[in-house]
């Protein structure tokens, strides 16, 4: 059984992706991420000397920063900060620049959907762009479950407010398209069977849940080959223009 969606796509079909990184010239590293309408400008600034209050001083330090397309920041666009910045934590190599701190900017061109994993695959192309260590890429996908029961991937915004319940799913970017097969797992367990970071909301069942996993790993690596391919193409103009 299908589910019928309004701009024609499969329940497992992903819209239009499109990255660009060094669009900010202030900045130290900087990237734009669209999914379809929806589009995220990320900058990074830093390292800068010194850690936040209650910061481990002998770590790095991520701080995000959340601009809305209008208005003030409020109790969501907080919470998003927070899994962000959770999130780039996981991933980074927080013990190469101690007493450090780095800023992460998020700025919401358009929100149709999936916005926070739009912003996280932003944030991770702007880190990259700023040179900052990392352990691994991450790629971020939202699943959403009808009340069908069908899972859909990356819902427009008409979809998302249409949901029983959806899932925000972070995976570490796929070694296969980056590293030989092998070249890292954790206790044995290949990286890319792990999660970094799992949001949910709403009311979804066990079953719904581990489907979500499912097409979410799924959909992580047609993500992932996304950025293998853009990297590799900008690196190859960047050669081109040095």
């Given at each position: 059984?299908?589910?019928?969606?309004?701009?024609?796509?499969?329940?497992?079909?992903?819209?239009?992706?499109?990255?660009?990184?060094?669009i900010l010239h202030r900045a130290h590293g900087s990237a734009s991420w669209s999914q379809g309408d929806t589009?995220?400008?990320?900058?990074?600034?830093?390292?800068?000397?010194?850690?936040?209050?209650?910061?481990?001083?002998e770590k790095a330090c991520i701080e995000v920063i959340w601009k809305p397309k209008t208005g003030q920041i409020?109790?969501?666009?907080?919470?998003?900060?927070?899994?962000?910045?959770?999130?780039?934590?996981?991933?980074?190599?927080?013990?190469?620049?101690?007493?450090?701190?780095?800023?992460?900017?998020?700025?919401?061109?358009?929100?149709?959907?999936?916005?926070?994993?739009?912003?996280?695959?932003?944030?991770?192309?702007?880190?990259?762009?700023?040179?900052?260590?990392?352990?691994?890429?991450?790629?971020?996908?939202?699943?959403?479950?009808?009340?069908?029961?069908?899972?859909?991937?990356?819902?427009?915004?008409?979809?998302?407010?249409?949901?029983?319940a959806f899932a925000y799913l972070v995976f570490p970017n796929s070694v296969h398209s980056v590293l030989p097969?092998?070249?890292?797992?954790?206790?044995?367990?290949?990286?890319?069977?792990?999660?970094?970071?799992?949001?949910?909301?709403?009311?979804?069942?066990?079953?719904?849940?581990?489907?979500?996993?499912?097409?979410?790993?799924?959909?992580?690596?047609?993500?992932?080959?996304?950025?293998?391919?853009?990297?590799?193409?900008?690196?190859?103009?960047?050669?081109?223009?040095?």
């Open positions: 059984m299908e589910v019928d969606r309004e701009d024609g796509r499969s329940q497992n079909q992903l819209r239009p992706l499109a990255c660009s990184r060094n589009k995220v400008l990320a900058a990074v600034y830093g390292p800068k000397a010194g850690t936040k209050k209650n910061e481990n001083p409020g109790k969501l666009e907080k919470e998003y900060e927070m899994i962000l910045k959770r999130t780039l934590q996981s991933i980074c190599i927080l013990t190469v620049n101690p007493n450090t701190t780095t800023s992460v900017i998020i700025q919401v061109v358009n929100d149709d959907g999936a916005l926070l994993p739009s912003a996280i695959n932003a944030a991770c192309m702007a880190l990259v762009d700023a040179g900052i260590p990392m352990r691994h890429l991450a790629v971020s996908i939202c699943c959403c479950v009808p009340r069908s029961g069908l899972v859909i991937l990356d819902p427009t915004k008409l979809e998302e407010q249409n949901m029983k097969e092998g070249s890292l797992s954790v206790q044995g367990e290949p990286i890319e069977n792990g999660v970094i970071t799992s949001v949910t909301h709403g009311v979804m069942s066990v079953d719904d849940y581990f489907f979500c996993l499912e097409r979410g790993r799924a959909a992580s690596t047609k993500l992932s080959d996304f950025l293998r391919r853009n990297l590799q193409h900008q690196s190859t103009d960047s050669s081109k223009a040095g």
